[in-house]
């Protein structure tokens, strides 16, 4: 047995591979119904790491069975608040579908780039704007000449 | 007894890593769904062995059961709902889903 791979180093390593997994599957998904999945995961992650925050390995579990002279046990208050967590973390999860399916019976999509280019559509033609072309073009004047749009299609961006 | 807690904590541990690498990874969105409750049950069971029995039956019934339900319910409104048959290699994984849109 290696001496060093403790329980809690292993629950530990466990959550923060969650966590981590999660928000790069939230930063790095395109389409939206996987970054609910990945908003899920972390989610597991983070109740994984309140509960080992008080967690002892030689302690029982926390109900109290006798009278008199009790046992150590394991912190009660963070697996309360644990408790609490997992069902507001099932409200999120309910939430954020709902929201998706009105997007979905909406713009008929859910890769997130489109979503963004038909809400600014709508709501520039809904203000009266003129809608910007592309939220990285400069705002002053430009150093360098500007991209032709053929370039710009050979790229993979609109133009 | 100390020694059986750390393989079973490794195993699980193990488990609940690469079914959330694979919830990333996988193209069928059903597969994604059971992948993310197979994460849940994972995490009741290491509830159970850090003496939450409590967390570890609410996580069970809301996390896995509830939440499942709720995410496939949500797959097939949104249309994604599809089962293929014949299952191939490059079928399995959407690796690249920047050529195509993501199924």
New interface residues.
Partial sequence: MIPDLTLELILYSTALGLVSIGLAGLVLSRHSFRRVLALVIAEAGANLMLVLAGYRWDAVAPIVTTLGKQPQMVDPVPQAMVLTAIVIGVGIQALAVSILIRIHQRYHTLDRNEMAELMDAEIAATAGTARDVSQESPLGERPIPPITGSAVQARGGRS | M??L??WI??L??LM??SA??L??LVKN?IA??AA?SV??LG?AL??V???????AM??AA??AG??SL??AL??K????WRIEGKITRSSLLATN??RE??A
Avoid at chain 2, 49 to 55: E, G, K, Q, S, W
Avoid at chain 2, 77 to 80: A, S
Wanted: charged residues 20%; negative net charge; hydrophobic residues 60%.
């Fill in positions: 100390g020694e807690e750390i904590a490794l699980l541990g609940m890593l959330a690498i919830v990333l969105h994604a769904v993310a994460v849940s995490l290491l509830f062995l850090m003496r939450a029995p409590d967390v609410t996580e809301v996390g509830l939440s709720i995410l949500a797959v409104r949104l249309g994604l889903t920047r849109k993501d």
